[in-house]
């Protein structure tokens, strides 16, 4: 029998973050349990003396600030970058200044555990603060609780319930990094909350929401059950109904998995990523869809630190973003100019299909973004068929008077379709973003038909699921315009892809890629 001691909720105390959102963060001061010690390039090129912490777990540690950085420094979840950062110095940096010490180097392991346990902790923020708030003795305490806290108490309750853990390791090492990270009341009441979950798990008596009621209250507890917005839950049941909604939460849940597109341009074939993927035992499928693309579960650290992403040889990217440059079909020799270019992924396909003969024009109105593009174009020797040019779409047309055989217009979306791997995108859009978006979208459609040569292509796309931004805005489109029609993407893709109206669409649920979109639209010769 587990004893169950009461929990109390601890507040925001002087010494930690206070709102690190506003950027006003204090550090906590050394802990008294920790060796200094001398480390090379620990955590900047020259030698100097660490806190290294050795009696916490690290990557418990790790992900806790990730989290942190995600949720109150507007770094990204982007799960793939954060493994392909390596998290070497920089992120050692940041532990070191928001628990005052640091924990040893990070291994391969433990990355991926950070990876899994961050991306997870996200996903489900919002059932584990349901589950979180079910235990607490004073719920009104939970709004105020130190955000460190939380989060700690939200890696253990993931552990415990989602990666069914063993509890009794979960419970020592996230008491020990309450205690030593904040103080010993803590990791006192991170003990007690973290034992009443267990014994509620053990007992199949874990807090659920019932699903009952009206269509709000069914919303509100499907959002709950499988964390995600009530306003996406509510959307997505009106555009799919509640079973597809359901499904589409699940995938969304589920790791992300990944594809690899082998480099052309760079002379490098898919036969030749495949044997370095057998070398390092990576396990891989063959894409049935595209002819350069490889799909990967598991052994992306592998790929990484192999070098195939550094040196060119591959680039990471979703067949249903590859799918879109199918739609455009690019031919050796044409001029394609694609309108929201960064930060690449599509120009450069599109470059590499061009066989060294013919022009990508990239424009986007980020210019970091922009920058990164034309590295990648470099490094994947690609430079020779891609211009960069910084502008904002709306207003290129008054300084160019080019028009193309063919225009891409990936625009700027609500990224719905890619929740599984934008782990905490879900939480950061709002409703509201919708109408923003969809006027953006006019506004850059409008912009991109004034560069197609007559009889020439113009391809709208998005990585969005949502009909309000997609079929709506194509149709909104051609009542404005006349001159464009609709040809179906039939000749492109095959059936499972095609809607009714002849647009591309990758469903998630169907067809277990990434949401997409794409209409291929003929202007008028
Ligand atoms: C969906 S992302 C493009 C992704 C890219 N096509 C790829 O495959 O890697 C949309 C891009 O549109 C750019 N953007 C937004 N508004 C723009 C504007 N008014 N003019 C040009 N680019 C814009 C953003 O900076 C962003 O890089």
Same mark, same amino acid.
């Given at each position: 029998?587990?004893?169950?001691?009461?929990?109390?909720?601890?507040?925001?105390?002087?010494?930690?973050?206070?709102?690190?959102?506003?950027?006003?963060?204090?550090?906590?001061?050394?802990?008294?349990?920790?060796?200094?010690?001398?480390?090379?390039?620990?955590?900047?090129?020259?030698?100097?003396?660490?806190?290294?912490?050795?009696?916490?777990?690290?990557?418990?540690?790790?992900?806790?600030?990730?989290?942190?950085?995600?949720?109150?420094?507007?770094?990204?979840?982007?799960?793939?970058?954060?493994?392909?950062?390596?998290?070497?110095?920089?992120?050692?940096?940041?532990?070191?200044?928001?628990?005052?010490?640091?924990?040893?180097?990070?291994?391969?392991?433990?990355?991926?555990?950070?990876?899994?346990?961050?991306?997870?902790?996200?996903?489900?923020?919002?059932?584990?603060?349901?589950?979180?708030?079910?235990?607490?003795?004073?719920?009104?305490?939970?709004?105020?609780?130190?955000? &460190?806290?939380?989060?700690?108490?939200?890696?253990?309750?993931?552990?415990?319930?989602?990666?069914?853990?063993?509890?009794?390791?979960?419970?020592?090492?996230?008491?020990?990094?309450?205690?030593?990270?904040?103080?010993?009341?803590?990791?006192?009441?991170?003990?007690?909350?973290?034992?009443?979950?267990?014994?509620?798990?053990?007992?199949?008596?874990?807090?659920?929401?019932?699903?009952?009621?009206?269509?709000?209250?069914?919303?509100?507890?499907?959002?709950?059950?499988?964390?995600?917005?009530?306003?996406?839950?509510?959307?997505?049941?009106?555009?799919?109904?509640?079973?597809?909604?359901?499904?589409?939460?699940?995938?969304?849940?589920?790791?992300?998995?990944?594809?690899?597109?082998?480099?052309?341009?760079?002379?490098?074939?898919?036969?030749?990523?495949?044997?370095?993927?057998?070398?390092?035992?990576?396990?891989?499928?063959?894409?049935?869809?595209?002819?350069?693309?490889?799909?990967?579960?598991?052994?992306?650290?592998?790929?990484?630190?192999?070098?195939?992403?550094?040196?060119?040889?591959?680039?990471?990217?979703?067949?249903?973003?590859?799918?879109?440059?199918?739609?455009?079909?690019?031919?050796?020799?044409?001029?394609?100019?694609?309108?929201?270019?960064?930060?690449?992924?599509?120009? &450069?396909?599109?470059?590499?299909?061009?066989?060294?003969?013919?022009?990508?024009?990239?424009?986007?109105?980020?210019?970091?973004?922009?920058?990164?593009?034309?590295?990648?174009?470099?490094?994947?020797?690609?430079?020779?068929?891609?211009?960069?040019?910084?502008?904002?779409?709306?207003?290129?047309?008054?300084?160019?008077?080019?028009?193309?055989?063919?225009?891409?217009?990936?625009?700027?979306?609500?990224?719905?379709?890619?929740?599984?791997?934008?782990?905490?995108?879900?939480?950061?859009?709002?409703?509201?973003?919708?109408?923003?978006?969809?006027?953006?979208?006019?506004?850059?459609?409008?912009?991109?038909?004034?560069?197609?040569?007559?009889?020439?292509?113009?391809?709208?796309?998005?990585?969005?699921?949502?009909?309000?931004?997609?079929?709506?805005?194509?149709?909104?489109?051609?009542?404005?315009?006349?001159?464009?029609?609709?040809?179906?993407?039939?000749?492109?893709?095959?059936?499972?892809?095609?809607?009714?109206?002849?647009?591309?669409?990758?469903?998630?649920?169907?067809?277990?890629?990434?949401?997409?979109?794409?209409?291929?639209?003929?202007?008028?010769?």
């Amino acid at each position: 029998m587990l004893h169950l001691p009461s929990i109390q909720i601890c507040c925001l105390s002087d010494n930690k973050y206070k709102d690190s959102s506003s950027k006003t963060l204090k550090f906590k001061e050394s802990n008294s349990r920790t060796t200094t010690t001398y480390k090379k390039g620990y955590l900047n090129k020259e030698s100097k003396p660490q806190n290294v912490n050795l009696e916490i777990s690290p990557h418990r540690a790790v992900s806790a600030v990730r989290l942190m950085r995600i949720e109150f420094g507007g770094a990204f979840a982007d799960l793939l970058n954060e493994k392909g950062k390596g998290s070497g110095d920089n992120e050692m940096g940041y532990v070191e200044r928001t628990l005052g010490f640091c924990t040893r180097d990070l291994d391969d392991r433990d990355l991926r555990v950070v990876t899994d346990i961050v991306g997870g902790t996200i996903r489900w923020r919002k059932y584990l603060d349901y589950l979180i708030l079910s235990l607490c003795h004073d719920p009104n305490g939970f709004s105020r609780m130190e955000p &460190l806290l939380l989060q700690i108490l939200r890696i253990g309750f993931y552990e415990i319930v989602k990666l069914e853990n063993p509890s009794y390791a979960v419970i020592n090492e996230n008491v020990q990094l309450a205690k030593i990270a904040l103080r010993p009341g803590a990791g006192n009441m991170v003990n007690g909350i973290l034992r009443k979950l267990v014994s509620l798990k053990e007992s199949n008596s874990l807090p659920s929401p019932q699903v009952e009621g009206d269509d709000r209250a069914q919303a509100r507890a499907l959002a709950t059950l499988h964390s995600h917005p009530v306003w996406m839950v509510r959307r997505w049941i009106k555009y799919l109904g509640r079973e597809e909604a359901v499904k589409l939460m699940n995938w969304n849940n589920s790791d992300p998995r990944f594809s690899l597109r082998a480099n052309r341009g760079k002379g490098f074939t898919r036969s030749e990523l495949v044997s370095r993927l057998e070398t390092l035992e990576v396990p891989y499928e063959l894409s049935p869809h595209l002819d350069d693309f490889v799909r990967i579960s598991t052994g992306m650290q592998s790929v990484i630190q192999d070098g195939l992403l550094k040196e060119g040889l591959c680039s990471v990217q979703d067949e249903s973003a590859g799918l879109v440059v199918s739609i455009v079909d690019p031919q050796p020799g044409e001029t394609i100019i694609d309108c929201c270019a960064a930060p690449g992924g599509k120009t &450069l396909f599109m470059a590499a299909c061009l066989n060294g003969e013919g022009m990508v024009t990239a424009i986007d109105i980020n210019k970091g973004r922009l920058r990164i593009l034309k590295e990648t174009a470099k490094l994947q020797q690609l430079n020779n068929v891609v211009t960069t040019v910084h502008a904002d779409l709306r207003t290129f047309h008054e300084s160019n008077s080019i028009t193309y055989d063919k225009v891409l217009l990936d625009a700027p979306c609500s990224g719905l379709g890619v929740l599984s791997k934008r782990a905490d995108l879900r939480w950061n859009r709002k409703s509201e973003d919708m109408e923003e978006l969809k006027s953006l979208q006019d506004e850059l459609l409008d912009a991109a038909s004034m560069l197609v040569k007559p009889g020439g292509v113009l391809v709208y796309s998005t990585c969005s699921i949502d009909p309000e931004e997609n079929e709506d805005r194509v149709a909104a489109f051609l009542l404005r315009h006349q001159e464009y029609s609709i040809d179906s993407a039939e000749r492109y893709i095959s059936p499972e892809f095609l809607t009714e109206h002849g647009y591309y669409f990758s469903s998630p649920v169907k067809n277990s890629l990434d949401g997409a979109f794409a209409a291929r639209l003929l202007r008028c010769p």
